[in-house]
């Protein structure tokens, strides 16, 4: 199992609230969704600031594509970006 590091924050009543809730009818601990949803967002801001560095460099390096050409790379990238975080995870 990977080592974890403890971190701290403040949440308001209702947030924690509400987490409480979810532990409860979850039967986990507060400790653990914190965990998922932290590692849910910073996976989900990881791919998107992938996507726009990427942007960013092919238009320093490319002629600009149309907004569907973009849609559909923006798609590959996105699979291309959870099949690596699969394979790490495995």
């Known amino acids: 199992m990977d080592s974890t590091t403890p ?16 532990a409860e ?16 967002f910073v996976e989900r801001e990881a791919e998107m600031l992938a996507i726009i560095e990427e942007g960013e460099r092919s238009a320093r390096e490319e002629p600009l594509i149309s907004h569907e050409e ?7 990238k996105r699979i291309e970006l959870r099949s690596k975080r699969d394979k790490a995870a495995a």
């Open 7 to 22: 971190i701290t924050t403040r949440l308001d009543a209702a947030t924690l609230e509400t987490l409480d809730r979810l």
């Open 25 to 40: 009818r979850y039967d986990r601990s507060r400790s653990w969704l914190v965990a998922q949803a932290v590692r849910q």
């Open 70 to 76: 973009m849609k559909k790379l923006i798609a590959a």
